[in-house]
């Protein structure tokens, strides 16, 4: 899938701003809001999360489906061309209106889709409505929880209520709505559906090839230019490859893009490339044929009073912390990222791992849930998840939207798992065959294994190229004690050791109150925030088979109420408004000692 952008064929319209808004009282698809203006609706600002806009418990925590309308219209010199109406992310299911006219539904809440409207405007001003639904369950990806499982509810135990609630399986607050960029755009009728690329390199060459998957049978040239403008290469034909004499590779924290233009028939296109090379070596990851490093953290796209909303201020401030930090990585933890946070990457030479939108994937967590008072199994065909086939789609949407991100070097396929129960290996090793398949430039793939899974157990071991790790030895496992927390770390270390593949930490932390400190490094204080990771640092030091560190988390994230989270979970090196945390400086210090490729020797 191509992103939306401006060319001499291409005409877009970004539909950001105030639309009219309503929370459904139930009766929203009955008395037809999607048919005409609605009545008493309130201001909603678009892109954006809506949770945090309006005052009330109620508001904020609303169930179920909201509405969201506009008037649109088209200048008359662009209808002459095809005409789109393009979705970034809408959380969790979409039903999209025209006119009163249902013209697209959607589920799944963090990748684009589109639909053709050309011949479905009228002359003037036209009505769109949207129809968001932010209900989670055993069938959607995040899994919503059919139980108090993951402080989805406040308190100790559950009491009796007629108000429907959404109980996230998951530790980060459900935010919903359109909260990435709404727009049209044009083409040309017989147009540029796709640009697939992939490269080879030789020596101070490479060979990149090319596939563009158009519409009617048209002419196609493409064309490679540097960074500079200057032609470095062309080729005519729907497929083909170009080789790039003197080649300058993308390289993390150094980027170099350069632009593919593709011309078919009428529509023009113009592609970022970044030419580099990923693979898994025995323990390393390699990257452009040296072992790289991972330094960074685990994120989330969450910021006040945005929520999940797409936010280009802090993007751009996020990357800059990263470079002041030392840092050269993160995981889009837990769903894909904005596009325009990828292409930042990509410009920045910021490394990636693109995740899925698989979170909540395991019903042991918080005690594991029940049905007539009987244990549930995450894959039990009648009770369990039912979540496979959505996963395929999010799989093959993901890759048809980030496979030419030179950012993008794994995939990974779910955050924490049941990857060691009956019925884990048969859900697992079919998602990971399509990934392998779907990729063009087949990158390693990975499933992020959660600290209850048994590495003798856990199917990642069996699937995954890279063994990407969460741990908490010294926070949720033995804390405040450090002496046997890293024993037991180093004695589950050795196993994965042994499987001789590249080891990376995708998640460790400890939840800090900024400003907390004492004499003694206790609990929730940044003094014992510090110590916690030089600890688990160190462990990682003495084991070549560590590729990478990433900590849990950058920022502070707000959460679902419960007993175990304060206004959001702490584990942040730096506070939501991005101030630093005692860790900060101590990482900073330390990353900027680790060079990024060839540390473990």
């Not at 230019?225 to 470095?232: A, C, I, N, W």
């Not at 804390?479 to 270390?493: F, H, N, S």
Request: hydrophobic residues 35%; aromatic residues 12%.
């Amino acid at each position: 899938m191509l992103y939306p952008i401006l060319t001499d064929s291409r005409f877009v319209s970004d539909l950001s701003g105030v639309w009219d808004f309503k929370l459904d009282n139930g009766n929203g698809f009955e008395e037809k809001w999607f048919a005409s203006p609605m009545k008493d609706a309130m201001t909603m600002p678009v892109p954006a999360s809506y949770n945090d806009l309006k005052e009330g418990i109620d508001f904020r925590d609303h169930y179920g489906w909201v509405f969201y309308q506009r008037k649109i219209s088209v200048p008359s010199i662009v209808k002459s061309q095809r005409l789109m109406l393009r979705c970034d992310a809408v959380t969790h299911e979409a039903k999209v209106y025209l006119n009163g006219a249902l013209i697209c539904e959607h589920k799944g809440g963090f990748l684009p889709f589109e639909v053709e409207i050309t011949d479905k405007m009228t002359a003037g001003e036209n009505l769109l409505t949207i129809a968001v639904s932010n209900i989670i369950d055993y069938t959607t990806l995040p899994i919503g929880g059919k139980s108090n499982i993951m402080g989805g509810m406040a308190g100790m135990g559950e009491m009796p209520s007629n108000k429907p609630a959404n109980n996230p399986n998951f530790d980060f607050f459900n935010y919903c709505g359109l909260t990435r960029t709404v727009r049209l755009y044009t083409t040309p009728v017989n147009h540029i559906e796709d640009i697939v690329l992939t490269s080879k390199v030789n020596g101070t060459a490479a060979d990149v090839s090319y596939h563009v998957e158009g519409t009617g049978e048209e002419p196609c040239h493409v064309v490679i230019f540097d960074k500079e403008g200057k032609k470095v290469g062309e080729s005519d034909g729907v497929d083909g490859t170009i080789t790039v004499q003197d080649v300058t590779l993308w390289q993390p924290l150094h980027a170099y893009l350069y632009q593919v233009q593709v011309t078919y028939g009428e529509d023009v296109y113009t592609e970022p490339y970044g030419i580099r090379t990923v693979r898994v070596d025995g323990n390393k990851f390699l990257i452009n044929e040296k072992p790289f490093y991972f330094k960074g953290y685990g994120k989330h796209e969450d910021t006040f009073p945005n929520g999940r909303g797409i936010n280009l201020p802090m993007n751009t401030k996020d990357i800059s912390i990263m470079k002041w930090q030392g840092a050269n990585s993160f995981r889009t933890s837990h769903y894909p990222y904005s596009e325009e946070m990828m292409r930042l990457c990509d410009e920045e030479g910021i490394v990636v791992i693109d995740e899925t939108t698989a979170v909540g994937i395991n019903l042991d967590f918080g005690g594991g849930a029940n049905f007539n008072g009987q244990k549930v199994s995450t894959f039990d065909p009648e009770h369990g998840v039912q979540t496979q086939a959505h996963h395929k789609d999010v799989i093959r949407d993901l890759i048809s939207r980030d496979k030419n991100h030179a950012c993008v070097v794994l995939w990974s396929i779910a955050n924490e798992p049941d990857s060691y129960s009956e019925g884990a290996y048969d859900y697992f090793k079919p998602l990971y065959d399509l990934a392998r398949k779907l990729d063009p430039q087949k990158r390693p793939c990975t499933l992020v294994s959660v600290q209850m899974a048994d590495p003798d157990k856990d199917v990642t071991r069996l699937l995954s190229d890279v063994i990407c790790l969460n741990r908490y030895y010294g926070w949720y496992y033995g804390g405040p004690d450090l002496i046997e927390p890293e024993k037991a770390l180093r004695a589950e270390l050795d196993k994965w050791d042994a499987l001789g593949k590249p080891v990376v930490f995708t998640e460790y932390g400890a939840d800090t109150v900024m400003g907390l400190h004492d004499t003694t490094p206790v609990m929730y204080t940044e003094e014992y925030q510090v110590d916690y990771y030089k600890m688990n640092n160190q462990v990682f030091d003495d084991y070549a088979c560590v590729a990478g560190e990433q900590t849990w988390n950058f920022a502070d994230f707000a959460t679902s109420q419960s007993l175990l989270r304060v206004q959001g979970n702490k584990k942040g090196m730096f506070t939501r408004d991005r101030k630093p945390k005692l860790a900060a400086h101590y990482f900073k210090e330390r990353w900027h000692q680790i060079p990024d490729f060839d540390y473990k020797k």
